[in-house]
């Protein structure tokens, strides 16, 4: 029968790093930020493994952008389409959008019959030069050599 006594935690190094997560947690954003740098000062591998675990774990950007994607703050196409209810900014901002949406796509047509013709010239290039080379290399009739058996050099 074993025995345990109070002197060991139970755990080991697992439950040290979680206590240490759970004590930084309770003090906020600016304690992480202040152990990563702590760490690159002392020690610059644990100041980089803090600051990728901040990074992939979400601990530093886990407020801010989960608050912000939750309320949509930022400019999105819906909120720019709202009404403010001004008629006549409203009115400008709806001909301004049509107007910008008709140039977008005049310009995508322009530029994809500017990417069709370098395309189709770069094409005819090829073929040209391709026609050069077969032309060029038009095999000329072997000759005879006098005295010479075939299959002999």
């Known amino acids: 029968m074993y025995t345990t006594t109070d002197t060991a935690r139970?755990?080991?190094i697992r439950t040290t790093l979680r206590r240490g997560e759970a004590w930084l947690d309770?003090?906020?954003k600016w304690a992480w930020i202040a152990a990563m740098v702590l760490g690159f000062v002392f020690f610059w591998p644990l100041g980089l493994a803090i600051l990728a675990y901040m990074i992939w774990g979400k601990q530093m950007f886990s407020r801010s952008c989960g608050h912000r994607r939750a309320h949509d703050h930022g400019w999105s196409r819906p909120r720019m389409m709202q009404a403010t209810g001004n008629q006549a900014f409203d009115s400008y901002k709806?001909?301004?959008?049509r107007r910008l949406e008709e140039e977008q796509e005049a310009f995508e047509g322009f530029l994809q019959r500017l990417r069709s013709s370098k395309d189709k010239t770069e094409f005819d290039a090829f073929m040209e030069e391709?026609?050069?080379?077969?032309?060029?290399?038009?095999?000329?009739?072997?000759?005879?050599e006098t005295g010479s058996r075939p299959g002999e050099y």
């Open 26 to 28: 309770a003090r906020g």
């Open 10 to 12: 139970p755990g080991g």
């Open 130 to 144: 391709r026609a050069r080379a077969t032309s060029a290399e038009v095999p000329e009739a072997p000759k005879a």
């Open 94 to 97: 709806a001909e301004a959008l």
